[in-house]
C-alpha cells in the first residue's frame, strides 16, 4: 500500500430522503440492517428490496456461525447491491456478504479462499464509530475458540460509504458514547502509528478535535446535546476509519479483543478499558516522540472548548462513560495471563504500537486494570 489510499466513493447527505431518492434500492438490491433502525427510519419508504434483520441470526457482534447463517437465507436470491445499514456489526457482515466463492466463511477467514467482490456494497453507518464504511477490514469472532479474527483485502473496501446523520436521530446515548470512544481511539492510535504520515495526520487530529468538541459540549450541557453534535461525531469517525484505514491500530485494539471476544463486551467499550493503560505506558517508554505533539493538540483542543484548566482527557472521557475495571466485568484474575498472550499473537496490530511492547508490560497492564 503506498501512503495514503480512500477507496469508497462517500457522499454526504443532507437527510434520510435525498439518500433513498439517490440511491434508489430496488427490487435487485437487499438491505442488512436492524429491526429497530428498520422501523425508525426505513419502513416508511416502502422499498421494494428484500429486508434482513442481523439480529435474527445471532446477538451481539459478528460471528461465523451468524454469517453462515444469513448467508444460507440470501443464496438463492439475485441482487446486485448490499446496502449495510446499521453500526461496525451490520457493515462487517455485509462487507463478507458482498464477497464470492466460500460455502462457510471460515474459509476466508483461515486464508484458503482469498476475499472476491461479487456484490456492490453501499455502507450506511447508524452508530459514530467504526468507520467500517471506508475500511478494507471485517472483524469476526470465531465461534469455536472465541477469538476475533480479522479479513482484511481490496475486495472488503465497500463501494460507497453513504453518510446520513437522520440515521442516527434514536441512537441510544450508550451506543453514541462507546462508538465514538471507538472512533476517538481510532484516530488516537493512527497518529501514534509507524505508517502515519502527514496526510492520515489531517484526517486523525481532525477527528480528535470534533469527537472531544463533542464531549465537552455533552459534559457541559448534558446528554441532550448528543443531537446536536451527533453529525460532527458521524463525520469525525469516518475520518479516524479513513485514518486507521491507512495506518493501523495497535495495543488498545490487541488488548480490548479477549475482553470482547470472552466476555461479550462491545467493541468501544472493551477498547476504552485499555486507552488510559496503553497511553500512560507509551508516555513513560518515550515521552519526547509523538506521542507529546498529540498530548499538545489535545491539551490545546481542550483549552479551545474551554474545559476546566485541570481538566484532562481522561476526566472529560469519564464525564461520558464510566470506566470500569476487568472485575466488573466477571474477568477473574488467573485469566490475566492467558489475555496478555492472546494480545500477543495480535502480531497484524501491535506491529502499529507506537513503541514495541513486551508480554510482561502487556500482563502488568492488563493487571493495572484488574
Ligand atoms: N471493519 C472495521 O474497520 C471495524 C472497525 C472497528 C470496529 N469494527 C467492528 O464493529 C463492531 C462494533 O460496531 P458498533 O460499535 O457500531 O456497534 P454495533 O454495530 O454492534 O451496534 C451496537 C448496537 O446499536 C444498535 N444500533 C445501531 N445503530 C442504531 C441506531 N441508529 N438506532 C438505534 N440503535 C442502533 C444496534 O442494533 C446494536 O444493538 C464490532 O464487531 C467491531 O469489531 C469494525
Ligand atoms: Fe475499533
Known sequence: MGTFKVAPEIELFESADRFIEQL??????????????????????????AVFFQENYGAGEPSDTMVNAILADMKDLPFDRIFAVGGGTVLDVAKILSLSGFKNVLEVLHGQVPPVK?????A??????????????????????????????????????????????????????????????????????????????????????????????????????????????????????????????????????????????????ANYAFLGAVMERYLERNPEGKIKQLNEFVANVLRTGRAPGTMTLADLLAAIAPLKRLRDYGVKEEELPEFAEAAMAQERLLKNNYVALSYSELLQMYQSRY
Open 24 to 49: 434508489c434500492p430496488g427490487p435487485r438490491d437487499v438491505v442488512l440492517t436492524n429491526a429497530v433502525i428498520y422501523q425508525q427510519h426505513l419502513r416508511a419508504y416502502n422499498l421494494k428490496s
Open 124 to 269: 450506511v453507518p447508524t452508530t459514530c464509530g467504526t468507520g467500517s464504511e471506508v475500511t478494507n477490514i471485517a472483524i469476526l469472532e470465531e465461534t469455536e475458540s472465541h477469538i476475533k479474527k480479522g479479513i482484511a483485502g481490496t475486495a472488503l473496501f465497500p463501494d460507497q460509504a453513504a453518510l446520513v446523520p437522520d440515521f442516527l436521530r434514536d441512537l441510544p446515548y450508550r451506543f453514541f458514547a462507546f462508538s465514538s470512544i471507538d472512533a476517538l481511539i481510532h484516530a488516537l492510535e493512527s497518529y501514534l502509528a509507524p505508517r502515519s504520515n502527514p496526510i492520515t495526520e489531517l484526517f486523525a487530529t481532525e477527528a480528535v478535535r470534533r469527537i472531544v468538541t463533542a464531549y465537552l459540549d455533552i459534559a457541559g450541557q448534558g446528554q441532550t446535546a448528543q443531537a446536536r453534535q451527533s453529525p460532527s461525531v458521524l463525520l469525525a469517525s469516518t475520518l479516524a476509519g479513513i485514518a486507521f484505514a491507512n495506518t493501523g491500530v495497535g495495543a488498545v485494539h490487541a488488548m480490548s479483543y479477549p475482553l470482547g471476544g470472552k466476555y461479550h463486551v462491545a467493541h468501544g467499550e
Open 118 to 122: 461479487l456484490h456492490r456494497l453501499v
